[in-house]
């Protein structure tokens, strides 16, 4: 061993041995209990981050554990293809060398996205193989793979054929930025500072009105009623009335709907079907029909006069004005509610009716709340709990279209009399399936549609291979507790729809690695640390010890390059004890400790190694890797290194 503790210079060569060797690689084994995990798969669209790092460090220390105690230990690797981030990253790409999506066409867009796919899956690969992750790569799988591509779609028909699938007009959120469609999932909320402004819509012939308030005041060009409770007295003989829409002219009917919650803002609540998800069904009971006034750009629609063309903000600022001037503004409160954005553009979404293709969702969740109430999936900690059975609760039908050319094309065939034939195959070089011309659905899947299929796809499913029947269900998943929503429950209630199992006993959930004063790393901040400078500065295992002392499960972490330092000098002085013990033994040395006769201090480590084996396996059982990191931090350094290396000295 060298002289001085240098990881640069020997962790490649040690994981170039590990994996010419074999020795990550797992097989069917009758004679072995199996145990799997399948690795969350990064998306394909740009470097590994601290998360990633910490992630694959927690499943590494659980598969390298379980090789240890015997089992055939399956560590299954991959990348997701990620289509709105994806695609959002080669449409900048190509703008930047003077293209556009338009203009390349489907098939030479979808090239580049295979392109990039080549280049950035294989940083991703790279990279893991530096941080020195055991798992299988003869199994390395892509969620955009033929065998994945073959699960989707016949998960796509099978649901279609049973009444699962639908297309209709629903309310979406919609991103401007992306214009597509996007599920609840990849929305997320901010609280900030809004307006509430009250508007006096008269009655028709008369100066009698009523008063509405609205945050969002460009949507009320596409009101289409005012609604109040029924039980609601002040309304009782108004109800029925036409009113006359502020700045538009149009009549639209004074409606009961039990809805509307008396005891908030006026009592009245405009109703604009075409632009909110509660407003929709209002809509639909009342047959008011629809009305779209904001464009797939985010923009107001033809038809509106100076409007038109506007920007929705703009249009708001202008329709405050002119509500001003025409004395229809009563007045306007200053708020704190929560904005929804897109989880991808980090735009303000927009709620549009649009025609979509849904799950429906019922009858799924209710399944996925049975397998956690009855103890077949656990979570880590428990306390998310709460927040999966909430989610599945008060879940909606899943928006699963999505209007990108990068993804899994829905299996969805159109004939030329409207027909429609949804089919695992393809149709023949001239266009036909089941002898009928047919033309494919432009949209695309939802990226996690396919990623909900991951843990059994990945494993040869639908095919009943050996590698399936032996490895599936896995044990664990090691993920973020931010991805509950997108991934985790989704995984459970399409494993349950198509195995009728569940795809894993065990969720173990990280937190987010923080900055120093508590931030969340972002490139806005600039406060991101890219886990391979780290390596390349002090060493994987310095990294990697970093990030599991004083983990525990679902707790958010700070990142501390001073901790790094300490984690390279623990690694440094087990450096340091080894080259001793290899200078003073040799080949010729019994070390078999039952025929020597021991000391006093030999019998002491070795009492003290078993107490910490002991230990530590119980911490890893629970999978409290951070207690069984610490613990194992303590005996080297205080007990082996400052005491029986000084015996023996």
Not at 141 to 169: C, H, W
Not at 435 to 440: D, E, L
Not at 623 to 638: K, T
Request: some cysteine.
């Amino acid at each position: 061993m060298q002289t001085k503790y240098e990881p640069q210079k020997f962790e490649k060569e040690i994981y170039k041995n590990w994996e010419e060797g074999g020795y990550f690689k797992a097989r069917v084994n009758e004679n072995k209990k199996p145990f799997t995990i399948v690795m969350p798969p990064p998306n394909i669209t740009g470097k590994l981050h601290l998360g990633h790092a910490l992630n694959n460090t927690i499943q590494d220390i659980i598969i390298r554990y379980k090789r240890m105690q015997g089992y055939e230990a399956c560590w299954i690797p991959g990348t997701d293809h990620a289509s709105i981030s994806t695609e959002a990253k080669v449409v900048e790409k190509i703008k930047n060398e003077g293209k556009s999506k338009d203009e390349l066409g489907r098939d030479k867009f979808l090239e580049e996205c295979w392109d990039w796919t080549e280049e950035y899956g294989g940083t991703i690969k790279r990279q893991l193989r530096t941080v020195g992750v055991s798992c299988d790569w003869d199994r390395d799988s892509f969620t955009m793979d033929k065998n994945l591509t073959r699960a989707v779609r016949k998960v796509f028909k099978k649901m279609y054929d049973e009444g699962l699938i639908y297309r209709g007009n629903r309310i979406v959120n919609w991103d401007p930025e992306a214009k597509t469609a996007l599920s609840d999932a990849e929305v997320y909320h901010k609280d900030q500072e809004g307006h509430l402004w009250y508007i006096k819509y008269f009655f028709e012939d008369s100066d009698d009105f009523i008063t509405i308030a609205t945050t969002r005041p460009e949507t009320m060009l596409g009101d289409l009623a005012v609604a109040v409770n029924p039980e609601d007295e002040r309304f009782k003989d108004k109800i029925g009335k036409n009113l006359i829409l502020p700045l538009v002219g149009r009549k639209i009917p004074l409606i009961e709907d039990s809805y509307v919650d008396m005891e908030f803002g006026t009592g009245c609540v405009k109703i604009t079907p075409s632009h909110d998800p509660n407003d929709f069904e209002v809509g639909k009971r009342r047959k008011l029909g629809q009305c779209i006034v904001i464009d797939e750009g985010a923009k107001i629609k033809e038809g509106y006069g100076k409007y038109s063309g506007l920007d929705r903000y703009d249009a708001r600022k202008l329709i405050i004005e002119d509500l001003e001037k025409e004395n229809l503004l009563v007045k306007t409160e200053t708020i704190e509610h929560a904005v929804g954005y897109s989880e991808r553009t980090n735009v303000v979404i927009e709620p549009l009716i649009s025609k979509q293709w849904f799950v429906k969702m019922q009858d799924l969740a209710k399944d996925a709340i049975e397998v956690y109430k009855n103890g077949d999936l656990n979570l880590i900690p428990d306390s998310l709990g709460k927040t999966y059975m909430n989610w599945l609760e008060n879940i909606r039908d899943w928006c699963i279209s999505r209007q990108l050319w990068w993804g899994h094309r829905l299996p969805v065939f159109y004939t030329e009399d409207g027909e429609i034939i949804v089919s695992e195959e393809d149709p023949d070089e001239n266009g036909y399936l089941n002898g009928k011309k047919v033309t494919q659905e432009e949209d695309t899947l939802d990226t996690w549609f396919s990623s909900a299929l991951w843990p059994f796809a990945t494993l040869g499913w639908p095919e009943e291979t050996e590698d399936y029947k032996y490895f599936f269900p896995t044990d664990i998943l090691v993920t973020g507790y931010d991805i509950i929503f997108f991934w985790v429950i989704r995984m459970v209630f399409s494993s349950l729809y198509n195995t009728n199992k569940t795809p894993f006993d065990h969720v173990l959930f990280t937190g987010l690695i923080r900055d120093p004063q508590g931030r969340k790393m972002s490139k806005s901040l600039g406060n991101g640390v890219d886990p391979i400078d780290v390596v390349n500065k002090y060493g994987a295992d310095a990294l990697r010890f970093t990030i599991i002392t004083g983990n525990s499960p679902g707790n958010d972490m700070r990142y501390d390059e001073k901790r790094i330092v300490a984690s390279r000098n623990f690694a440094n002085k087990l450096w340091n004890a080894t080259r001793f013990v290899l200078m003073n033994i040799d080949e010729s040395d019994d070390l078999e400790f039952k025929n020597l006769d021991l000391s006093l201090e030999d019998k002491w480590i070795l009492k003290r190694l078993n107490n910490v084996v002991e230990e530590v396996s119980k911490n890893l059982d629970k999978y409290e890797i951070g207690l069984a990191a610490s613990r194992i931090e303590d005996f080297i350094w205080e007990e082996f290194c400052d005491w029986y290396i000084e015996f023996a000295k």
